[in-house]
């Protein structure tokens, strides 16, 4: 149904597992376990997400098989399609309390966030970002080979080729997320504005392993691996990439890793120029967060072509107070479809209690219908 739709019930009724399902659709992942096999119940080979999805007067069915033990499957209107080709048909946006990490967790969340916004606006990088994946997994694992068997560094020109491809697909992806975090920003400094209020500036930028220093470059816990900075030209970036690499080679070798690429980047959030992450306080980080998915469906809803996200707000009004919960339900209630669960009604503003429904042990309870 168009509008706000409120799903309430008790804990462990399985309204997560609705709203999951369609995130999955447009992300191909969980916002709550790191793998797919978590998503298949005990017991069972395989699950499935179905949903019909309807935009401009058109319909559309999606599918997808997630396989324990071999590859998931996806379909579209019936035909055979690949699941990274699902999320062009479902964009959404999905709120949820494990959003906090997004400030006060590690980089690979932050960098998660923007990658699955850059597919959602252009689902041709979802390749771009399995390729490199490929290409990093198997350059490690020459590195870990030439690492254990003591193999002279002059004899290593299989590293060479390796190291072409994965500038070649890393300085893209750089330079993609880059014009996103231009183009968020805004967003960004806006929302957190409508959240919190105009007492704090809200800013992000990027930190990129290929600009740090050979002894800190791509440490995940390193604060000053890489300048701050966006909006750098593909040639700079390659450029760049490619004099990271030759840089850190001999610690790659003696550690079997790949130390720099977009997989050690992070996203750097700032409030009034100071780091989010360690300075920011409980309800500052939250605002940050909402401010970062208020950001994606904003950005969203002006340049994807299928128009507005479906907003999911999954019982996140249960960790916010009165000023923020009305805040919040001004920011999203416009929007074309908005899915809200919650444990206790009372948690969620009357402007989003238009249409709700009861769910008790994953079935919707009719009205008059002992709950």
Known sequence: MAGPNLFVGSNGQGKTNLVEAIGYLSTLGSHRVA??????????????VRARLEHAGRSVLVEVQLNRSSANRAQVNR???????????????????????????????????????LVLLSPRLAGVLG??????????????????????????????????????????????????IDRIRPHVADAYRRIA?????????????????????GDDDTEDAGAATTALAPTEVREAFTAALARVRRQELDRGLTLVGPHRDDLVLTLNGLPAKGYASHGESWSFALALKLAAAATLRADSPLGDPVVILDDVFAE???????????A???????????????????????????IQAGRIVEPGEDA
């Open 35 to 48: 793998t797919d096999q978590a998503l298949i119940r005990a017991g069972q080979d395989a699950a499935i």
């Open 320 to 330: 916010l107070d009165q000023i923020r919960r009305g805040r919040l339900a001004g």
């Open 197 to 217: 209020g105009d007492d704090h500036v809200a800013d992000l930028g990027a930190r990129l392993s290929i600009l740090g220093d050979a002894g800190s470059a």
């Open 79 to 117: 035909v055979a399609a690949k699941p990274r080709d699902l999320p062009r048909y479902a964009p959404s946006v999905l709120f949820a309390p494990e959003d906090l990490a997004l400030v006060r967790g590690d980089p690979g969340g932050r960098r998660r966030y923007l990658d699955q916004l």
């Open 332 to 358: 999203i209630a416009d929007y074309e479809q908005v899915l809200i669960t919650a444990a206790v009604l009372d948690d969620v503003p009357d402007a989003l209690r238009a249409h709700t429904v009861r």
């Open 131 to 180: 390729d490199y994946d490929r290409v990093l997994r198997q350059r490690t694992t020459l590195l870990k080979s030439v690492r254990a068997a003591r193999v002279a560094e002059s004899q290593l020109s299989t590293l060479e080729v390796w190291d072409e491809r994965l500038a070649a697909l890393g300085s893209e992806i750089i330079v993609e997320r880059s014009a996103l």
